[in-house]
């Protein structure tokens, strides 16, 4: 069994104080960083129980919250149609390059922390799948998990909605974990089709999974849960993060066809 410590600290960024929340094994020693972003709705039940089913499994997970610009430290935001209203307003109120200092700021604190190795990922739920892209951009981010990544396909992130997600995708030189729910309204196939297109074009390394599944359906709290793929996915990113934020498995060029050998 796992023990588990948890706390939070501010983190400095440029538009201020970035209330952060922190979940990691008890047990001396240090582990490899995750950056975690939360929904819209910022550090909710279902977030801290993703957090902490995370920092379980052997990581020290940090979990910003996305909006400390415009909302009081420790702020949570309903799962109901106001607190959907504000996370959506917001969302596209905050301007982009807040939300990439944000990021730095979240990843520098992680890399030094007391207890990380230096060794990082990022992972990220609905809004927050579009932030873990983003900020996969970052040197030292070796593997990346995007939970049904909203907005991506169409450039809908930070003020004026047009995000450059898609034209950055070469920046990205960890390994990405891209899911999806065929039955989320939020990312219909075309827009998929699209997301997909750019990581092909641009030679990233990732893995893609599209399941029978509704937008929201790893959040353990409402209609749209669903456990079986909810567990299934949590073994997918657990199974990345394993393999790509310890000592070996670093990414390997192709072998020219020219030199390989025939057996």
Known sequence: MTILDSEFTDVPTPSGPMRTSVFRPAA??????????????????????TA??????????AVPEIYHEFEPAGTVLAYDTAGA??????KTTKELGGYDNDARAALEFLRTHPHCTGRLGVIGI????????????????????CFYATDLHKRGLGRGMNDNSLDRVAEIKGELLMIWGRQDPHVPAEGRARVHAA?????THFTWHEFNG???????EGARYDPELALLCYNLALGLFRRKLGEGDLRVA???AATETKH
Do not use: K, W
């Open 28 to 49: 001396p020693g240090r582990y490899p960083g995750l950056l975690l972003y939360s929904e819209i709705f910022q550090v909710t039940g279902p977030i801290r129980r």
């Open 214 to 220: 509704a937008h929201a359906f790893l959040r353990d």
């Open 199 to 203: 990581l092909a074009a641009a030679g």
């Open 254 to 256: 192709a072998v020219p």
């Open 85 to 90: 209203e504000r996370g959506n307003a917001l």
């Open 52 to 61: 902490a089913l995370l920092a379980g499994h052997g990581f020290v997970v």
């Open 126 to 145: 609905c809004i927050g799948g579009h932030l873990a892209f983003r900020a996969a951009m970052n040197p030292g981010v070796a593997a990346a998990v």
